[in-house]
């Protein structure tokens, strides 16, 4: 089992910034792959980065390929999304995910991670 507790969600201004984190617990060792996800209502579960746990190979959806970055702290066991020139369009739900199989980085279907966090509410208002 593997718990996911995301956090540093909140409103924020378009143009600016915001920092995620998602702190990781339980079978960490297992981890092989560490994802952001994001939706709102109505629309379906969306793709935004995922990361490589050991070697911290990274991907982007891209909507949000330049402005944000993904990262790891293994000793933390936590991984952050760095969001940076915020838009009205990135407001979601943000949800961490880990994957304990061998799937590739560049994968983005939700399906092939195993556990997920809560959530944590990003609003950006124009």
């Known amino acids: 089992q593997v718990q996911l507790v995301e956090s540093g969600g909140r409103l924020v201004q378009a143009g600016g910034s915001l920092r995620l984190s998602c702190a990781a617990s339980?079978?960490?060792?297992?981890?092989?792959?560490m994802g952001w996800f994001r939706q709102t209502p109505g629309k379906e579960r969306e793709f935004v980065a995922a990361?490589?746990?050991?070697?911290?190979?990274?991907s982007y959806a891209d909507s949000v390929k330049g402005r944000f970055t993904i990262s790891r702290d293994n000793a933390k066991n936590t991984v952050y999304l760095e969001m940076n020139s915020l838009k009205p369009e990135d407001t979601a739900v943000y949800y961490c995910?880990?994957?304990?199989?061998?799937?590739?980085?560049?994968?983005?279907?939700?399906?092939?991670?195993?556990?997920w966090g809560q959530g944590t509410q990003v609003t950006v208002s124009s």
């Open positions: 995910a880990a994957d304990l199989h061998a799937i590739p980085v560049r994968s983005t279907s939700p399906w092939g991670y195993d556990y």
């Open positions: 339980g079978r960490t060792s297992s981890m092989y792959r």
């Open positions: 990361i490589s746990w050991s070697g911290g190979v990274t």
